[in-house]
Structure formats: C-alpha cells, structure tokens
C-alpha cells in the first residue's frame, strides 16, 4: 500500500491541485511484500466525494467560498491511509475562533464538482472508548478531529482532498493538500495466525504479563488529619492478550486484564495503605486489518467490542469502524513486535511483544 507523494505547483489555488505517484519501493526491513497494485489505482474525484459522508456537513455544488489566508491550522501528515467501509479521520489543530472546514476531493487536475462543509458543531473531540492499543482518550485542547465515513462504493486506490478552515469572523485558510490511499484488507501475509502478548516494554521500562503498569499515586487524608502519599494507588495489569489474524483480512482479540486500587477510606483510618481487591475485565475486539507494505505498518478497524469490567458487561457495534491499533509491526519468524503510543501527562511509548 504505497504512499504517494504530492506533486509540486506552482501555485495552490482551489481546483487546480494534484496528486502523482511515488515508484520507490524502499525495503521495510523483512516485512517487504509485494505493492497491491488495486491501491495505485487513480479514483474518480467525482464517485469519491459522493460516496463519503461526514455527519453534520452540508454538501454544496461547485468549489468553496475563495480564501483570504487570514487564519491559520496545522496539519501533521499530507499523506495517509483509509479503509474500506470505513473511512478516515482528519486531526488538525485550529485556532480558538474555529468555526468549520471545507472539504473538497481532488485527483491528477480533476476536481469534485462538489464540496462539503463541516461546522465546527460537527467534530468529534473525544474517543468512543479505549482499548489495549489505546489506553488515553485525551486530545490536545486545539486538536480537532473529522470523522470521514465511507459508503460501498469506494474501492482500493488513491485520490486526494484540498482542506481549508474558517473562523467565526469569516477569514478562510490557504488551502492544504492531502493525499489519501484507500487499504485493502489483509495484506502482509506474515502476520496470519494466532499471536500471544509475551512482554512489553513502556519508555524503557520491561513489564511481563500480570505484573503492574501504569500507575498512579495519591494523597490520603488521615482520620487524624496526617497525611499520607501512595505512589501506586492505581495500577493496571494486563494479564493475557492473545491476537488472531485472519487471511481473509478480519481480526480477533482479547486482553485480560485487572486493576489493583487503594481504599481511601480504610486507608484514612488506618493512616497506612490498604488496597481493595483488584477488579478484573476483558476487552474483545473484531474487525478487519490492513498493512502498508511501504512502511511497514499494521492497522486494526474495530467493527464489534465486548468490554467487560467485574461482572458489567458491553457489547458494541461501530458502523463505520473505528481505528483501534495504527502502528509499526515488524514479524521475524515467530516473533511480532508491534509499536505504538499513546499520551497522558507524558508520551507513552510501548513496544508490544508477541509469539506464535
């Protein structure tokens, strides 16, 4: 699933910007496979706007109100991935007086002769829920995020869209281009089979299954008004995960994991820690892969969930699908070591260690 490169212009008007291919095809360090030529396909701007759907915009006919560059937002890629019945997301930061964005597709000169028009209203500031692979859903405070949904009509391949943002005075962005390749299912056949969490390592830091991570301290205010400091209050214990990859591009898995936490109360009255039985839970997940042989990187849509925490159980649909796991895999014999990050007070980075 090559990644494509942007073609360079002259100038950046609305309507006149284009998206060429990149014929390098750099190793990926053991993981290299052959390019899915159904991805370099070139799709129609026209069948790609009218099969994408973003909830709240209002699609309008021609190209979007003319920009004045008197607001600024920043995007981290100009280039990246869709799934099939999925879609994709579109995460920038904007400015306090953000009030939308207009979104029109582009491909090789042919411009969509429509655009949509996402207010601010619309965007989506917090994740539905949280997984193994995505421990925090917290943002930044001027991040923003567009849920793009795609219908059945939009195959494998490539195309790209121009984006600009308006504020609630009016001023409207330069536009910026971004290139999209749609991923088909499966990919890497590497990584078919059923893998097992062995160990992880977190900043540096070594942890085997069911020993502690992710813990957090606390104050505990004495009966006698003494106060006490427990550095791990709250710890999170992944016990078990075990990963089933499918040739037919779906996916399985399930971690099992508990939490040991401190009573305050009897803590209060004992002026000492005292911690409550740790709860246990499972997390279920199922959906489809897909894998970027040019980088080399692996990704999970979720389609149903099951969370499990004591004995409340949930069980979920996500219509559209929902990016659980997007990261670097590397797959030598038996051995997978997947790598992703996830952000609290710090960066976490974690190196995911699995066996067949």
């Given at each position: 699933?090559k ?10 008007l609305?309507?006149?910007?284009s ?8 190793s ?58 999925s879609g ?19 491909n090789?000169?042919d411009?969509?002769?429509d655009?949509?028009?996402?207010p601010?209203?619309a ?16 943002m930044?405070d ?29 001023n409207?962005s ?6 999209v ?14 893998w097992?969490y ?5 900043n540096?830091?070594t ?6 991570s ?13 106060e006490i ?9 992944l ?11 779906t ?19 004992n ?35 099951v ?14 699908g929902?990016?659980?796991f ?9 051995d ?16 995911f260690?699995?066996?067949?």
């Open positions: 699933m990644k494509f490169k942007l073609l360079v212009l002259s100038s950046l609305i309507g006149a910007i998206c060429s291919s990149d014929d390098s095809s750099p990926d360090e053991g993981n290299e496979v052959a390019i899915n030529q159904e991805e370099e396909t070139v799709l129609d701007p026209a069948n790609v706007s009218q099969g994408i759907t973003i909830e709240g915009a209002t699609r309008n006919t021609g190209n979007p109100p003319t920009p004045n560059g008197q607001v600024n937002f920043t995007l981290d890629n100009t280039a990246q991935s869709a799934f099939l019945n994709f997301d579109i995460t920038f930061n904007a400015p306090a007086n953000f009030a939308g964005t207009y979104i029109q597709i582009v090789n000169g411009v969509a002769g655009y949509l028009d996402v601010s209203t965007i989506r500031s917090t994740k539905k829920h949280t997984s193994v692979f995505s421990k925090s859903s917290k930044d001027n991040e923003v995020e567009i849920d793009v949904d795609f219908g059945d009509a939009i195959p494998p391949g490539k195309f790209c869209y121009i984006i600009c943002i308006y504020d609630q005075e009016g409207i330069d536009p910026v281009e971004v290139c390749e749609v991923e088909a299912w499966a990919g890497n056949p590497a990584l078919v089979g059923t097992n062995t160990k992880q390592i977190e540096g830091v942890i085997l299954p069911g020993e502690e992710d813990c957090a301290s606390a104050t505990v205010t004495c009966t006698n008004n003494d400091v427990v550095e791990n209050a709250y710890c999170y214990l016990d078990a995960f075990k990963l089933t990859i499918n040739s037919d591009g996916y399985e898995y399930r971690s099992d994991d508990t939490e040991r936490y401190l009573d305050f109360q009897a803590s209060g009255e002026c000492e820690a005292v911690f409550s039985e740790g709860g246990s839970g499972y997390y279920v997940s199922k959906g489809k892969w897909a894998y970027d042989e040019e980088e080399g990187r692996m990704t999970l849509v979720e389609f149903e969930y969370e499990a925490s004591g004995d409340q159980v949930y069980e979920g649909t996500e219509e559209n929902y990016v659980d997007d990261g670097d895999v590397t797959v030598t014999g038996s997978m070591v997947v790598k992703f990050s996830y952000e609290e007070d710090i960066v976490y980075n974690i190196e260690f699995l066996s067949k």
